[in-house]
Nanobody, 125 residues
Framework: QVPLVESGGGLVQAGGSLRLSCEAS????????MAWFRQAPGKEREFVAA????????YYTDAVKGRFTISRDNAKNTVYLQLNSLKPEDTAVYSC??????????????????WGQGTQVTVSS
């Protein structure tokens, strides 16, 4: 069983918005920090945002601060990433992940061991 399932990607024009969802298969992840990463063609996977288990603490890479918002609804076992003011350089496969250490807020992909299959976000100019 895939532990995390993303949805919500698509094709959008620059300046547009999308809302990504990441649904967990078990309530276990409600006690984990959850993160979003992205990978564009020919580039390394990069950290986008993370959120602590309670939803109080959030972390963003500088490139998306003020444009993206991470949130979670533990009652629905779901983490969200709201993408606003999208730019062509935001085009990538977006994946959600949970770390090997539940409280870790690491920005390094290799500290995460649970991954979804990813959802494609394409921003046209």
């Amino acid at each position: 069983q895939v532990p995390l399932v993303e949805s919500g990607g698509g094709l959008v024009q620059a300046g547009g918005s999308l809302r990504l969802s990441c649904e967990a298969s078990t309530r276990t992840f409600n006690s984990y920090t959850m993160a979003w990463f992205r990978q564009a063609p020919g580039k390394e996977r990069e950290f986008v945002a993370a959120i602590g288990w309670s939803g109080v603490n959030t972390y963003y890479t500088d490139a998306v601060k003020g444009r993206f918002t991470i949130s979670r609804d533990n009652a629905k076992n779901t983490v969200y990433l709201q993408l606003n003011s999208l730019k062509p350089e935001d085009t990538a496969v977006y994946s959600c992940a949970a770390p090997s250490s539940p409280n870790s807020n690491s920005q390094f992909w290799y500290d995460y061991i649970y991954w979804g299959q990813g959802t494609q976000v394409t921003v046209s100019s």
